[in-house]
């Protein structure tokens, strides 16, 4: 990667983000750890390829999903589209899904007075 964050493309900017968390999460797990464990350098960055990779192809799957539902914004649906074979994750989600009806409806009602509002300009 390079040197100087200016010089980075936003891939790499991004993948810096991915093995930051990897690495402030693998230095926590460190310090909980009975055994005195920890990660090596390598070992962080093979984590971190293996979650750039596991994102890059959910990411692949949510587009491939929006445009077979001849989409162009991504919703909940895909997503639980993606978590389905995963019952913990699909769970969260759709507790979290359920949480914010509520909000999703104040949103909406915002957005459409704000659509009348421009269209009566």
């Known amino acids: 990667m390079s ?5 980075m493309n936003d891939e790499e900017k991004l ?3 991915v093995f930051h968390a990897v690495s402030k999460a693998s230095d926590e797990i460190s310090l909980d750890c009975v055994d005195n464990c920890t990660f090596t350098p390598e070992a962080k960055a093979l984590l971190t390829e293996f979650i750039w990779k596991k994102l890059s192809l959910y990411a692949e799957d949510l587009e491939a999903f ?3 539902a001849k989409r ?5 649906d895909d997503v639980k589209l993606l978590f389905r074979r995963n019952p913990k994750l699909l769970e969260e989600f759709t507790k979290i899904d359920q949480e914010e009806p509520e909000n999703k409806g104040q949103k909406r009602k915002r ?3 704000e659509n009348d509002k421009t269209e009566n300009e």
């Open 72 to 76: 162009s914004n991504i919703n909940e």
């Open 3 to 7: 040197e100087n964050l200016e010089d």
């Open 15 to 17: 993948k810096l983000s």
């Open 111 to 113: 957005k459409k007075e």
């Open 66 to 68: 929006c445009n077979h």
